[in-house]
């Protein structure tokens, strides 16, 4: 109980520590610039260190490092499509999208089409990539408080999973972005420190010899030397191999999509700071992947069977906290208890940053685009455009509690995989094109963003993920839907290598077909305004 009670404790400090930060942000937060971007004022170091908080999600530090754990090499693929993505959002949007929009990614596109339809879709998309990356999170933050505070059953995890969502609810409509931010930061810190006290006692556990570690990992594993090898996942026929192509391509392309990534550049000052924080994060993310390594690893070589057999249950999401507890000294230890409250706290704030910078994208999305953009036609006024960003924050922080609770079973690492690939297909063709392509016009847009977010999320529903998928050693489902709904004939779990070619395609086609004459000066404008910088701030409405 004394245990359980130091656990809690720790818990529930983390949490206040970032509640407190979100009221000083509140008192330091006026009009829609602070509320929207942070001010715009935070540096390039700051501005990574908040992408690096943002990117690190409950994916990376429980579902990575669980997919290592049951997975082995394949699951350290994830790890490396991350990462490797951040090259593709350095050299093709961190800079452009600073300088060329304002507020969201649809000012950049609509700044030389016709803005309700292009906005429409744009803030659509936004919202659909940020429920599905929210998902993983909720599943992460309920399977993780329910081991830290000893809660068992579907009620509680449920439970857990309403909190959290009221939580992020409430960051978002008190803090603004520059309360995420700070969250972000200072959660960014605490998760580096974490993981990197558990890879230093891990390790120590082999005298520091990453040999041994991989050794000991592979044979406790059961699975021997293929543990080590590629294909012990995606290897097995050739569906599978296609589907680690299509998983590929979407990790690789998808960050430079993803809506709460790409509204990060506009906190920061100038372009230069927004190329600065690209640079922080990659070195930052780079690090804690390499620590993922040796958590998931570590997991596979130190977990006893009972704690594997939960590993395994929780699609591998319990890996990193059960590690803490056993390299502290084991269950039922003061060591054990306080690793396992330190890193599941920590694990926990990860979770609160990342729904707040989601919920945050997605609301600013409806209110900016919808409603003023849209429906007011830029007519409203900051105080009802940002009144009903906080109304959005709550509808869509509902949305996400609703369809977390029957997605549990699945690795969140792989739920936000799904994002990736939704956020490549509807978003990244139309920011390409707009930027790099004179021809593109408003048809080209709406049809690379609705075809690409229609053809992946269509896919999906027709996939292994929500029907027809069991488990071959136990039969158990492991798809969304009960057992007797069988409705899947897609036969890829990842629809990247579909979707995404579709998205691009669909964008070429709508362009070439459109009567729409080209914008030749807009463009000239936004090319300039992109290069230069010149006029960033200044309103898109035309």
Known sequence: MNHQVLTTTLFLAV???????????????????????????????????????????????????????????????????FLVAWLVALLLVAEVLRNSGR??????????????????????????????????????????????????????????IFGVGILMVFYVTV?????????????AVLLMAGSALIVVLVLAQFSFNLSDLLGTAASNSGKGSAFLEPGLKYGV??????????????????????????IRFYTTPTSRDARKSVLWAIG??????????????GAAALLGDSDKERVTASGGNLASPLLAETVGGGSGST???????VIAAVAFATILAVVAGLTLTSSVSVAHD?????????????????????????????????????????????????????????????????MFW????????????????????????FSPIMSGKTDAATGANLSLLPASIDISWFPLENPGIVSIPLGFLLGYLGSVTSKEPAAEDRYTELEVRALTGAGAEASVQH
Do not use: C
């Open 15 to 81: 949490v206040a520590l970032t509640i407190g930060i979100t009221f000083w942000a509140s008192r330091q937060s006026s009009g829609a610039a602070d509320y929207y971007a942070g001010g715009r004022n935070f540096s390039g170091f700051q501005n990574g260190l908040a992408i690096g908080g943002d990117y690190m999600s409950a994916a990376s530090f429980l579902g990575i490092s669980g997919a290592i754990a049951l997975s082995g090499y394949d699951g350290f693929l994830y790890s490396i499509g």
């Open 103 to 160: 507020y969201t990614m649809a000012d950049q596109l609509a700044y030389r089409m016709k803005q309700r339809p292009v906005r429409t879709a744009a803030a659509t998309s936004t919202v659909v990539v940020s429920i599905f990356y929210l998902l993983a999170q909720m599943v992460g933050a309920g399977a993780l408080v329910s081991l830290l505070l000893g809660v068992d059953g579907q009620f509680a995890t449920n439970v857990t």
């Open 175 to 187: 803090g603004g972005m520059k309360g995420t931010t700070w969250v972000q930061i200072v959660k």
């Open 237 to 262: 026929s050739t569906t599978s191999k296609i589907d680690f192509l299509s998983l590929g391509l979407a990790l690789v392309l998808g960050t430079a999509g993803l809506p709460h990534i790409l």
């Open 284 to 297: 930052l993310i780079g690090v804690f992947y390499l620590f993922t390594l040796v958590l998931g690893f």
């Open 335 to 341: 060591g054990g208890a306080i690793l396992l409250a």
């Open 370 to 434: 919808l409603y003023n953009s849209v429906w007011r036609k830029g007519k409203a006024t900051e105080k009802e455009e940002l009144k009903v960003a906080r109304i959005a924050a709550g509808v869509i922080g509902l949305v996400a509690i609703i369809l977390a609770i029957p997605a549990q079973k699945l690795n969140i690492a792989f739920l936000v995989a799904l994002a990736f690939a939704i956020a490549a297909s509807a978003n990244l063709p139309a920011i390409v094109y707009n």
């Open 438 to 461: 004179r021809r593109f016009n408003t048809r080209g847009a709406v049809w690379s963003i609705y075809g690409g977010l229609i053809s992946s999320v269509g896919l999906v529903i």
